[in-house]
């Protein structure tokens, strides 16, 4: 089952994934899962849902940052977002099969074993009938009992059919290959508690009459083909479970909520349009509100924060955007968060959050600086809030997190100083502080952090050397790029535990104006070249200094290179002139 859930997965990625390289990885991606590319591509439309958000991927590129996107380094960042991303999800499907299965533990076992002696309501045992027909049952994997249809589905037992009293309490046919519509018979069955169908390949509408049934209490149709609108008014009353992901329906969202035990409602990877509702801010029972990858347009409704039992809310990959409205400081229970598209000032009252455990706001235009109430979030494991617009320096109440595993506050205008603190962050496995305006030199006690896999402090303009202290990192870290900085070193024979790792993980050094000479000891796939004109040396003799983007060129010792130096330390290289070796007449000059 974890296989046919990866492929589910897969397929509604690659419903939301633009062309070409992205499909490509995904492919790869369902390869790392073990899950079979004809599996995924049989009920895949690959063609038919292609968006220009490109799915999951958070990044829209600029003209600016082209060349560095196409750097190697770059590419594993978004590869780590999209197997973050596909990871979590996995994760939250997989914990919801298994709470329905534990829920529905008591309807498990032959129907005969609930004590049931009398036979089925009669209209009942035709609606069974009739789904059989409807949706191919001669062809279901498991069909036991249904084919004998002189036989009693409440005495004698059919796969998955659970009676009490003579009437069906709960039907439950899971990756049983049923395919086509579902009958509107369904909803007939007024006793029904249950009607649980998902993994198949289901077509067609969901009868509207099921939403309307008195007692049920969980409806799972995920996984199937279904299309259509949902009704306007879901007057379900006993509803505590509407799981309807990855299917292909579409239209607004229900207006009307008549559901006051509504706990769980995942209806993300369809094609739902129309503003989020407003009316779910009245179900006070919510526990966990799934909408994301869909097409939900408008603000982020206000009338929300009076979910205080909520727990989880992802609105991830839709058309929402605007503010975090000052009511959602209400949500005192929040410990899974993921949403994109969020703008304003970096809300003040964040602290009332205080139990997240995962936050994600990303993609946005969120700006001003990170609020200290950041530092009430002391369960926090998970904090990205890249590709936003935050500045200011970083909290320093940072080495407060002590769970934190994932740290990613990329693509943004942080400055200052990474506070020292940041030695406490002893889970920190992963850190992104890359694309930032960070100018000062790298923090030592990044050396001390036990189980930090990634470092990405990459285009930033942090400068000096690196620490002895990073040495630490040996055999620990697998993945760090310091490129597009301003770091000078020198690299010295003091970094060999550090290099002498470097077969256990990537590093990016280049764009660097690392000094002269570079020990050999640094391995050439950092791509790290030094600078001559900042190696200390009589810069306007021309006799070491050699091609640069900033510094001029001249390799005979003679008189073509001429002009002031900012001194040793300075390798911007003002006012320097150059020309062909052989033609000193042809002088350019640079002024960085």
Not at 92 to 113: M, P, Q
């Amino acid at each position: 089952s974890v296989r046919m859930e990866s492929a589910a997965l897969c397929r509604a990625v690659l419903h939301r994934v633009a062309t070409g390289f992205v499909v490509v990885q995904f492919i790869a991606l369902c390869c790392i899962l073990s899950v079979p590319w004809s599996t995924v591509a049989a009920s895949a439309d690959v063609t038919s849902r292609v968006r220009g958000d490109a799915g999951i991927f958070y990044q829209t590129p600029s003209q600016r940052d082209l060349q560095l996107e196409s750097a190697p380094h770059y590419a594993r960042h978004m590869d780590f977002r999209e197997r973050e991303s596909v990871k979590r999800e996995l994760t939250w499907h997989e914990e919801l099969r298994n709470r329905g299965i534990a829920r529905r533990g008591r309807f498990s076992g032959d129907a005969a074993e609930h004590g049931t002696t009398a036979g089925a309501d009669a209209a009942e045992k035709e609606v069974l009938l009739e789904l059989f027909e409807s949706t191919s049952g001669h062809d279901w994997t498991n069909k036991k009992g249904w084919e004998n249809k002189s036989s009693d589905p409440c005495t004698v037992p059919w796969a998955g059919v659970y009676c009490q009293n003579n009437r069906v309490v709960s039907i439950e046919l899971v990756y049983n290959n049923m395919a086509g519509p579902l009958p509107q018979s369904l909803g007939t069955l007024t006793a029904l508690q249950q009607l649980v169908f998902y993994s198949n390949m289901l077509t067609g509408e969901i009868p509207s009459s099921i939403f309307e049934l008195p007692v049920l209490t969980e409806l799972d149709l995920n996984n199937n083909l279904l299309t259509g609108t949902l009704p306007t008014h879901v007057a379900a009353k006993s509803l505590q479970h509407l799981v309807l992901y990855t299917n292909k329906l579409q239209g607004a969202l229900p207006s009307v909520w008549s559901t006051p035990k509504l706990r769980t409602l995942e209806l993300s990877s369809n094609t739902f349009t129309g503003p989020a509702p407003a009316a779910l801010g009245g179900m006070s029972s919510l526990t966990e509100l799934v909408i994301s990858r869909n097409n939900i347009s408008g603000d982020y409704p206000a009338s929300w924060g009076s979910l205080g039992n909520l727990t989880q809310l992802w609105t991830f990959n839709n058309e929402l955007k605007g503010p975090l409205p000052e009511s959602w400081q209400g949500m005192r229970s929040l410990l899974n968060v993921e949403m994109d598209s969020v703008t304003g000032e970096f809300p003040s009252w964040i602290g009332k959050w205080s139990e997240v455990q995962l936050m994600i706001i990303v993609r946005g235009a969120l700006s001003g600086s990170l609020s200290e109430g950041l530092c009430l979030l002391r369960r926090v494991q998970t904090l990205w809030l890249f590709q936003n617009a935050l500045s200011g320096s970083l909290p320093s109440c940072i080495g407060d997190w002590s769970n934190i595993t994932q740290l990613e506050l990329s693509d943004n205008k942080l400055s200052g100083a990474i506070p020292e603190g940041v030695r406490g962050l002893k889970q920190l496995e992963y850190l992104y502080l890359s694309r930032n305006a960070f100018a000062t030199t790298l923090p030592a006690g990044l050396g001390s952090l036990e189980n930090l896999q990634i470092m990405d402090l990459s285009s930033n303009s942090f400068t000096g050397g690196i620490p002895v202290a990073y040495n630490g990192l040996a055999g620990i870290m697998v993945d760090w790029a310091l490129c597009y900085n301003k770091l000078s070193g020198p690299l010295t024979k003091d970094l060999s535990p550090l290099f002498q790792a470097i077969s256990q993980f990537t590093c990016a050094l280049y764009n660097n104006p690392w000094q002269c000479p570079i020990e050999s000891l640094v391995p050439k796939a950092c791509d790290c070249i030094c600078d001559s004109c900042n190696s200390q040396r009589n810069r306007d003799s021309c006799k070491s200094c050699v091609a640069t983007d900033t510094c001029g060129f001249c390799q005979d010792g003679s008189s073509c290179l001429h002009g002031g130096t900012s001194g040793p330390e300075g390798y911007d290289c003002k006012s320097w002139h150059f020309g062909s070796t052989s033609n000193c007449s042809a002088f350019i000059v640079v002024d960085v």
